[in-house]
């Protein structure tokens, strides 16, 4: 079953890379009393999730953070070493927080997981944009296959957000 708008995210356990390597964190914990923009991408690296997703939300960095959002975060079916570097090779480590999901546990307990066995990828996170409230989703856009990425664009996160804060 997918998650939808008014629920609450499922726990699962991220790992992040701190100052003295990768730590896990649990959602319930990440979430707890901010508001969160989170995406997920299919992978790291990949042509849609390097070239316009994650810099769509870099772009409007701004425009979320005026809009009350506390944090933005980016999700993937990867694990940290690659996030680590994506976020520096993009420079989106000050401002994006990468969620490493390298089990695929919170992209499967969400219902947003897609196989993409068949083309190599494995099991990974379906493209996805939401805006999490204390652990709530109060918006939610999924895209429907990747590479597309209008649904779960910053750009339509950012118009969506105005009156759900």
Request: charged share 25%; proline share 5%; with cysteine.
């Amino acid at each position: 079953m997918t998650i939808k708008v008014g629920d609450r995210l499922p726990e699962a356990t991220f790992t992040v890379m701190g100052a003295e390597g990768p730590k896990p964190v649990k959602a319930s914990e990440f979430f707890a009393g901010k508001k969160v923009a989170l995406f997920a991408v299919p992978g790291a690296y990949t042509p849609t999730c390097h070239q316009k997703h994650l810099p769509g939300f870099l772009n409007h960095m701004q425009d979320l953070k005026s809009k009350g959002v506390d944090t933005v975060a980016c999700t993937a079916v990867n694990d940290i070493f690659v996030l680590d570097f994506w976020a520096k090779d993009t420079g989106s480590g000050d401002s994006v927080v990468m969620l490493a999901d390298g089990s695929a546990k919170f992209a499967k307990a969400t219902g947003l997981e897609i196989d993409l066995t068949d083309h190599g990828l494995g099991v990974r996170s379906k493209r996805y944009a939401m805006l999490v409230d204390d652990g709530v989703v109060k918006v939610l856009n999924i895209d429907d296959a990747p590479p597309v990425h209008d649904k779960s664009s910053a750009e339509t996160l950012c118009s969506m957000i105005g009156d759900r804060l």
